[in-house]
């Protein structure tokens, strides 16, 4: 079992920058990748960023390229935004894809930007 621990989240005036952290414990060797996704009020949980654990290969969505980066250190993984805009407020949840292709969650940390 991965347990998965957000931070970093807040309020922010468009074309500012936060930091995300998300910090896994217990079995993280079961893990294939870890990532970070959003989900906005009435819309579905998508996903922002991604990156492989053995290969350090990354992938982003559209909307975030060039604004967000995705980096790991050991156990822990960070979403670096820039130049944020009010549509990327939204609830940001850290996710973990485990080898047998089961999913697990952070309890999420809210983003808002706006002026």
């Known amino acids: 079992q991965v347990q998965l621990v957000e931070s970093g989240g807040g309020s922010v005036q468009p074309g500012g920058s936060l930091r995300l952290s998300c910090a896994a414990s217990?079995?993280?060797?079961?893990?294939?990748?870890m990532g970070w996704y959003r989900q906005a009020p009435g819309k579905q949980r998508e996903l922002v960023a991604d990156?492989?654990?053995?290969?350090?290969i990354t992938n982003y969505a559209e909307s975030v390229k060039d604004r967000f980066t995705i980096s790991r250190d050991n156990a822990r993984v960070y979403l670096q935004m820039n130049s944020l805009k009010p549509e990327d407020t939204a609830v940001y949840y850290c996710?973990?894809?485990?080898?047998?292709?089961?999913?697990?969650w952070g309890q999420g940390t809210q983003v808002t930007v706006s002026s």
């Open positions: 996710g973990a894809l485990y080898f047998n292709g089961v999913r697990t």
């Open positions: 217990g079995s993280t060797f079961m893990l294939n990748g």
């Open positions: 990156i492989i654990i053995t290969s350090g």
